[in-house]
């Protein structure tokens, strides 16, 4: 099982950046998410999709990110707008199958600089 993140960058306060990750295999079923980290601490939840399209945020990027999935491509997508320099974090997708087991890809390196 892999996952393949991508898009991350440098971009200036209020810009916009999509994140991609890519799947092996199907995701019709999976419960997908994506998470950030900032060196010494802890990684937190950005926002998760369901397997039927639900979705849920962290009130930190309600209103400005968006999750989606395109099953047929097995790829989740994080679309971040608005973007702060507290967004500044290496963000993570993961993969949660229905019996319960989690995976994790290698992350992608999010800079919020002007």
């Known amino acids: 099982v892999q996952l393949q993140a991508s898009g991350g960058g440098l971009v200036q306060p209020g810009g916009s950046l999509r994140l991609s990750c890519a799947a092996s295999g199907s995701i019709f079923s999976n419960h997908m998410g994506w998470y950030r980290q900032v060196p010494g601490k802890k990684r937190d939840l950005v926002a998760t999709i369901s397997s039927g399209g639900d979705t849920y945020y962290a009130d930190s990027v309600k209103g400005r990110f968006t999750i989606s999935r395109d099953n047929a491509k097995s790829t989740v997508y994080l679309q971040m707008n608005s973007l702060k320099p507290d967004d500044t974090a290496v963000y993570y997708c993961?993969?949660?199958?229905?019996?319960?087991?989690?995976?994790w890809g290698q992350g992608t390196e999010v800079t919020v600089s002007s």
């Open positions: 993961s993969r949660r199958t229905p019996a319960g087991f989690e995976y």
